[in-house]
């Protein structure tokens, strides 16, 4: 339907009309949409779940929270399905961003206080239980506050986020 046309960001119904999925999805969002459809049509199951659409005209990938039911005929067997989708694309990106924000330092992109002492306690339970060790590197920028003092605070947070860049490039460290 033209909703779903917009939504996919596709504009001419030929490129739809009569057309299977491969037509219109990649090849991972086409098998997960026949397993799914699968599901409700051989085995009656209700579906409710994302589903990552990835348009293969456009590249454009949505989230949606679908839900597939099973139709039924006069005698009681499936004959087809109805499914209705809706976009979560944007509420999806607002939790990573709140998730993000709760979790990372929003000028130096590393994990804030609470991530570090939640995956140091982790650390140290694999520690423990694997008979490893761990270590915990703490640095101390001495006379940092002389620099925000003397140069100004935005020159404070480009030292910050340059220690931070380096440390993450040279150290290899994965921040997420």
Known sequence: NQQVMDLLGITDPADVI???DEKIFDAATT????DNDHRVLQHSEKMEMEEVNTA?????TKIFWSVKIPLRNANGTVSGLCG???DISDSKAR???IHYLSNYDSLTGLPNRELLHERAKR???IAKASGNPVALLCIDLNRFKLINESLGHSFGDLVLKQIAQRLTRELHLDTT
């Open 18 to 20: 009569g057309h299977t």
């Open 31 to 34: 098998a997960a949409i026949r």
């Open 56 to 60: 293969k005209a456009t590249g454009i």
């Open 84 to 86: 209705i989708s809706t």
């Open 95 to 97: 939790e990573e961003q």
């Open 123 to 125: 650390a140290l339970a």
